[in-house]
């Protein structure tokens, strides 16, 4: 039974681009992913952000300032992850109250 439900969530994914498996639980889901990609993107991206509306931070154009920042999005998103979805007050919970609003702060900016 558990082959025909990973063929189906293998199938759902490929059609609509997640599977009910994923909505389920689609926090959990999402922290994976996000934490996945911006990892991706930290150790083999090449681009980063550089345009801001003021110029006095232009500190924000370093590579290695985008880094850190992937890193702490990254870091938040796979605690979570890994204490399965559950937002407590430790470690996990704090490392995404500390990654979600640079996760929206440069959520146009990731990207290679």
């Not at 430790?90 to 979600?100: K, N, Q």
């Amino acid at each position: 039974m558990h082959l025909l439900r990973h063929l189906k969530n293998f199938w759902q994914r490929g059609r609509r681009g997640w599977s009910d498996e994923d909505a389920w639980n689609l926090d959990y889901h999402l922290a994976e992913v996000i934490a996945g990609a911006v990892r991706q993107l930290r150790t083999t991206g090449v681009g980063h952000p550089c345009m801001h509306e003021d110029p006095s931070k232009n500190h924000e154009c370093d590579r290695d300032w985008w880094e850190a920042v992937l890193w702490e999005i990254e870091y938040g998103f796979r605690e979570y992850a890994q204490a399965d979805g559950m937002l407590m007050e430790d470690a996990a919970g704090t490392a995404l109250e500390r990654a979600m609003p640079l996760f929206v702060k440069h959520f146009r900016g990731l990207w290679d």
